[in-house]
DNA sequence: ACTTGTGCTGACGTCGACGTCAACTCGGAG
DNA sequence: CTCCGAGTTGACGTCGACGTCAGCACAAGT
């Protein structure tokens, strides 16, 4: 299949597409007229990067899962590399949520009290 | 006092407080030589913006706090305009960790998942 | 044959909050 | 007089993940 069917089928556009391949997170095998000819394998390695992505993972991250999926392992997260990118991001998430957590209760303090000022007696 | 040392005293770098003023958050009086002066009152207001940057306020979500002490508020929150950032903040960040969290669990099943795969009798 | 659709490369635009650099002026110390 | 430090404006660079546009080639459908 060509550009366009795999960002139908993926989700992606094609800007995108040509955009992993500039970083080699994709490769694709070109048509005698240079055009680029995908099979169902990139369909699963583009999926990879989407689902990666779509929870918030960086493209640099995805790199170790695709790479893992090239491999010939049946999940992108059955390699090392690709384990110490979940044990990192796990930890960015936990702190990130317990800062984001203590912010949201400064806000929240911050908020009622101002409140207890603009309108002191109401009820 | 000059730029200088409002930036040092407010922890500030000189080119941070030349771009609030860009932005129309800061306004500076200048000497006949041209340069900017400040007084403690413009501390105060850099101080609010720090603050509030500090916890991850845009700089924009800032503005209506600056504008409150400007119009000689005693703190930046007591105005209408600034109690509704506290608002829209507070669900953002109620959002955002609620997403956080789940993303966060999610990675932490995949992680144990994958490490079962990876070794799975080790003990 | 003609039009429409799809593909190609290359390059600039976006957003936020500044960093960094250039080229210049001014005031004060030695 | 000379030099340093501090000030000025203006403009471009940064990061990430693409969007958008220009200008071109090729393929398929009518």
Redesign the pocket.
Known sequence: M????L?RRSG?????L???ESLGLLA?R?T?????EYDEHDLRLVGEIRSL?GIG????DTRPFVQCLRDGHASGDSCPASVAVYRRKLAELDECVERLTAVRDQVRAQLEEAERRVKPCAR
Request: hydrophobic residues 30%; positive net charge; glycine residues 8%.
């Open positions: 060509r550009i366009g069917e960002a992606l556009t094609t800007r995108a040509r955009y992993y694709a070109r005698s007229n240079g055009q680029r992505t993972f960086a493209l640099e």
